[in-house]
Each structure stands twice: as C-alpha cells, then as structure tokens.
C-alpha cells in the first residue's frame, strides 16, 4: 500500500493502556488528525502497519508480547526502498540507554509519559516537515532517474532511425569481444551498405532518403531479434550487425535473409541492376583469442563489404580476418 499524500498524516498509536490511547487520539483528533489506527500489542501493531501503511506511529516501549525496540526493527525491515515511517517511541523510561537504544533500532524520537498534548502536536508537526521532505525528495529522484534513462537511451540512440547508433555499438562490441574471449565462442560482423546510396538522394530528395533510411534500418533490426545481437548505423547509409555465437553460415544466412527483406521492401531505385533500393553485405567471423584485435575485425569486415560494392552490389560477401 502507498503512503498518505494527503496533508494530515495516517497515525498509528500502539500503546497496551486504553486510557494512554484514548487521551493520544484525542490530542491527534485536536491536530486535525482523522486517520488515527489503534493497537495494544505488538501483534495488532504489525498487522495494522502491513495494512495501512502509517505516516507515523507513536509506539510503547513496554507492551505485553513484543517490545517496541522488536517493532522498531521489523518496521524498517518492511519498508521499501523509497518509503519511510517516522516512529516516535512513548517511554517512562529516562535513562540514556535506553534512549539512544531506541534511536539505534529505527526509532526517530521519543516522548516521555504522561505525553504533554503541547509537545506532542510539537513532535508530530516536525515528523510531519520531514516525511514532506522525503517524499519530495523521492519525487524529484525518480524524475531524475526518469530523465537519466531518457538521456542514456537518446545517448546510444540514432536520432533518424531509431537503432544503436555508433557509440553503443562500439560500447556493446567490445563488450561481446571480451565475452566472447572469455567464454571461447565465435563472434560475427556483417557490414552493409545501402547501394548508391548517393544516387537516390539526389534522385528523390532527402526526405525519401531519410524515410529509406528508416525503412532499411527497421529490416536490419527485425533479423537481429536475439537478446545477444546488436543492430546499429554505423554511418551514413552504412549499418552494423554483431552477432555473438553465431558461426559464419548462420551470419551469411542472415546477412542473406537481411539483404532479401531489403529487396522485398521494392522502394525503387533507378541506378541500381534491379530497380530497387537494395544492399551490399560484408562478413567475417571470427573466434576472439589473444593476439586477434577489433580494430583488424573491423577493417576485415569493411574490406568483405568492399569486395561486395565492387563485385557488382546487391550480393553477400565472406571475408577472413586480417584479409584488408
């Protein structure tokens, strides 16, 4: 259950006297207070708190089957990450350790018996103060963290397409290459590039270039569903698959299946052999080990893309590492 916003708070008064709890509620009533729960065990007490979830509780040092010390303790352990209950220990006792016991297992301060109803309008009203304050401050850390997260994702985010943009994608292949390293599997690039890219910008305009862009990206993105793979822009009209444990014929198969959904999108395209916007695709796959680097994977794969762009475009090409 969510905590009270409302401006009077939600009281929790355990004390086992009936006449202790008759005259506090009297003097919480006189506060304006009118969420006032009542009980005379520790037991009762713990039930109602899991319940109702109370602002404050004003809470018996001295009760008949669990003292207020335990009550103290089990309250902060329920309490989330976020949520704070204000207790207020009523005690005969006037020892000062006693007191600082009580400040130790949770409690936030205390009051002596017979309660005066001036200083306990006094101690409420400063509970009051700061569990506003909390609460505020909860608000405006999880806006923060709201932001944060927005801030993180249009940080690693291609603003046109909506993909990985280069940042992540050089974060989460060095990632995959150490992991890769480390656990002894294969790891997989496919470069591509929109084939005269150029030429059909200059043909239809930006917009329909952007709207293309778009549209390539979203295909790249469908053939890379696994948690384990990442579809960025690389640049311009060029884009990245990593593929993690993946060999080189499931890479060529997907660089395959990626370059045919590209086609049967059927955006036309006057320069190229097929009259559609179409894509070139470099492949290497490699098993990371020391003395391999991901700069030299990089240049591997950018040279298969290249033999692919030469060879006549619109086809897929399989490179080896090192083969610049």
């Known amino acids: 259950m969510q905590k009270s ?68 303790q089990q309250v902060r352990k329920l309490e989330q990450k976020d949520d704070w209950t204000a207790i207020i220990f009523l005690t005969g006792m006037s020892k000062d350790e006693d007191l600082a016991r009580g400040i130790a297992v949770g409690g936030d301060d205390y009051l002596t018996k017979p309660v005066s109803s001036v200083v306990l309008e006094a101690k409420v009203r400063a509970m009051q103060r700061l569990l506003k304050m909390q609460r505020e401050l909860v608000k405006v850390t999880r806006e923060l963290n709201v932001a944060n997260a927005e801030l993180q994702r249009l940080s690693t985010t291609d603003a046109l397409t909506g993909i990985a943009n280069r940042r992540a994608l050089n974060d989460f292949m060095s990632r995959e290459w150490r992991r890769c390293l480390r656990i002894k599997k294969q790891m997989s690039l496919v470069m591509l590039d929109i084939d005269f890219f150029k030429l059909y910008n200059d043909k239809y305009g930006h917009q329909a ?31 990245m698959l990593v593929l993690s444990e993946t060999n080189v014929d499931g890479a060529v198969w997907i660089a395959e299946r990626v370059r045919q959904m590209v086609s049967d999108l059927r955006i036309p395209h006057y320069a190229t052999p097929s009259k559609l916007v179409s894509v070139s695709c470099g492949v290497v796959t490699i098993l990371p080990e020391s003395g391999r680097t991901l700069e030299v994977f990089l240049k591997s794969v950018d040279a298969a893309l290249y033999q692919a762009k030469r060879g006549g475009r619109d086809q897929v090409v399989c490179g080896e590492y090192g083969k610049t």
């Open 5 to 72: 916003n409302n401006v009077m708070p939600k009281v929790l008064v355990v004390e086992d006297s009936k006449v202790t709890i008759s005259v506090l509620s009297t003097y919480l009533e006189n506060m304006g207070i009118t969420q006032i729960f009542k009980a005379e065990s520790g037991e009762q007490a713990m039930a109602l708190y899991r319940k109702e979830r109370p602002d404050i509780i004003l809470l018996d040092i001295q009760l008949p089957d669990i003292d207020g010390f335990s009550i103290a």
């Open 209 to 239: 270039g952007d709207d293309c862009l778009r549209s390539v990206a979203e295909q790249i993105l469908r053939a890379a569903p696994r948690g384990t793979d990442m579809a960025a822009r690389y640049g311009g009209e060029e884009f």
